[in-house]
């Protein structure tokens, strides 16, 4: 529970902002996007411990972004 | 006849006679007094005649004469004894036929008119000479001779005519019968002598074959065949009427001709285009509605060829069904379009055989399927568009699940944030309003998740996710979680679920969900102080689980429809006790694709118990699942 780093990717940014509150109020360090191309760049930037996912979003789907952070570890 | 003339007599005839006339001729002396009787015989003797008897009673001679058949008696008139001669030879003629003459001293008219009665075949007066003895005798035996000729002559005629099959009637010029042979009386059904001497009735000509209707006596009247040719009839000219009785065959040729006007009329009123080719393609015959549709006689069409006529070609056509059926003897079939009648037509043939199996010709129906191939397309486009409509319903299915939970969860969050104080802190007038907010958004969710549960049912998009689960455990788990619900209105739940595991194939979510479906019901519809219990048992290769409470029970009339869709029972329920209806519905459904079934017993103001049977065999949950997918997306197609 001490820092860790989540990264949450949501298309719907109501749904960021609520899930967001929540993990900063429980000790979280949160950053959000809202897109799979801003998420994938974020998590090479940042590092995240987790990354909790969206599976249903225009353009590129949750399932494709996995694939894609698979292959670069 | 001496010896000298009797080998003349025999060197002149052939054998056979030879043989006959070697036989001597045979004669019966009767005769009392025995002096005359010795002395007859030794005349006779010596005239050629075998004399090997004399007798001298009227018995005797009878007697004898049944014995030895001699081939005549000479008989005194006068004898001793009960009978006399005449009796005698009476008898002796009317029984063996045998000629008799008759020997008497005296010629008396009384006696000879006797005698004459009795027809003999001759009378010799004693005395009498020798010459005279052997005339008479021979002229008696000539006489019976010819007798027996004509006798002969009359059974043989009477043989012919009386056993001839055709009737056979005699009329006479003026037209009166003179003659019925035994046919004839069974053709009219009365007896000769009725008939013989009446009008004939008929004409009758010479040479000509008629037709007569006959009334017969005591049957249904007949038809007869008659052929007349003149003959001669006691002298005099008539008429010989031969009578075949052509009932029987009249009637059956009216059945012939009925039954193939009936083929016939049949035929011509079948609607298909039917024509018979034989081997060469010729036309050998057509029906009514095939003249019509090529607007010709149907004899103009005999004897055409098939191809010539429907196809204006010279060829037969390549894929002609008719070739197909000569050539492999089997029914053959053919769709296509024929432009000049303007009509698609199914064509078929079948090929006639003959007694020894080959093909003489075929039978060529064309129907027209104009109709049939219109609804094929329409059809077609019906299923096409159903296809569409079945996508879009599964998109719907997939859009509407995440584009209603979506805003859902993000207000839930919202409220539970605000709740928690995590914005900041709240006061007591904030926190009921959320609270109720709360409850609201909490029970719309579940509305939710029931519609998208059961619409995703009925599409067949639920995939039942299985495993190996022990059924006790889940039910375990699964009361655990409700005990806080049951606490609420102060109702005991419990358990009751055997020492063992109890291994089952199922998707243990979904199992849940009834499960907790099922409870949260019986907790819903029991009043304060009442119980709920979960029972577990196994049976016949199934498992079955029991949700048993002391509620408010369910009518016998409302039972049949409590896993409808949309039905709700009325009771007074809170805000966060409303549901849609469908929570029943779901249960069935989820249970069924699992191969089970589920039971209810209830009786008002005691209890309801709702039972599910589960199938213990893995194969048997696999196989159901499939046929439950196919059904359900077949049925959700129709009903569309």
Known sequence: MDNKKILIVDNEKDALFMLEQELAARGYSVIAADNGNDALSLAKSERPDLIILDIWMPGMGGPEVAAKLREDP | MNWIEVREQNSRLSLNRMDKLRKKTQILVVEDESIVAMDIRKTLQNLGYDVPYVVSTAKAAIQKAKEDKPDLVLMDIVLKGKMDGIEAADQIYTKFNIPVVYLTAYADDKTLKRAKVTEPFGYIVKPFENKDLRMVIEMALYKAKVENELRASKASFHNIV???????????????????????????????????????????????????????HGREPGIAEMRVAETEWNGQSAYLALLRDITDRRRAEEKIKRAAQEWRTTFDSITDMISIHDKNFKITRVNKAFANAFKKEPKELIGETCYEV??????????????????????????????????????????????????????????????????????????????????LKDEFVSTASHELRTPLSIIMAAIRIMLDEIPGEIVEKQRDVLTRAMKNVKGLSKIVDSLLSIAKIESGKLDLKITVVNICELIKETVSNCNT???????????????????????????????????SNSIKFTS???????????????????????????????????????????????????GTGLGLAIVKKLVEMHGGKIEVESEVDQGTTFTISLPLTTKSVAEVLSTETDELVESTLANN
């Open chain 2, 162 to 216: 009386e056993k001839s099959a055709d009737g056979i009637i005699v009329v006479d010029r003026d037209g009166v019968v003179q003659f019925v042979n035994h046919a004839a009386e069974v053709l009219f059904g009365r007896k000769a002598k009725e008939l013989v001497g009446e009008l004939f009735g008929f004409p009758v000509m010479g040479g000509e074959v008629i037709e007569l209707d006959v009334v017969r």
């Open chain 2, 310 to 391: 429907f196809h204006n070609t010279k060829q037969p056509c390549p894929n002609c069904p008719h070739m197909w059926s000569l050539k492999t003897k089997k029914p053959a079939t053919l769709e296509l379009f024929e432009p000049r009648l303007g009509i698609h037509l199914g064509v078929s043939t079948s090929p006639i055989l003959d007694e020894n199996g080959e093909v003489t010709s075929s039978v060529h129906i064309a129907k027209d399927i104009t109709e049939r191939k219109l609804a094929e397309e329409r059809l077609r486009e019906a299923n096409e568009k159903l296809k569409e409509y079945n996508q």
């Open chain 2, 485 to 519: 619900l049951a606490q609420e209105k102060s109702l005991s739940l419990d358990f009751e679920v055997p020492e063992q595991r109890i291994d089952i194939c199922l998707d243990p979510d979904r199992i849940k969900e009834v499960l907790i479906n099922l409870i």
């Open chain 2, 528 to 578: 304060e102080g009442g119980w709920v219990k979960v029972t577990c048992t196994e049976r016949d290769g199934e498992v079955l689980v029991s949700v048993q409470d002391s509620g408010v029970g369910i009518s016998e009339e409302d039972i049949p429809k409590l896993f409808d869709k949309f039905t709700q029972f009325g009771r007074q329920a809170g805000p966060g006790e409303k």
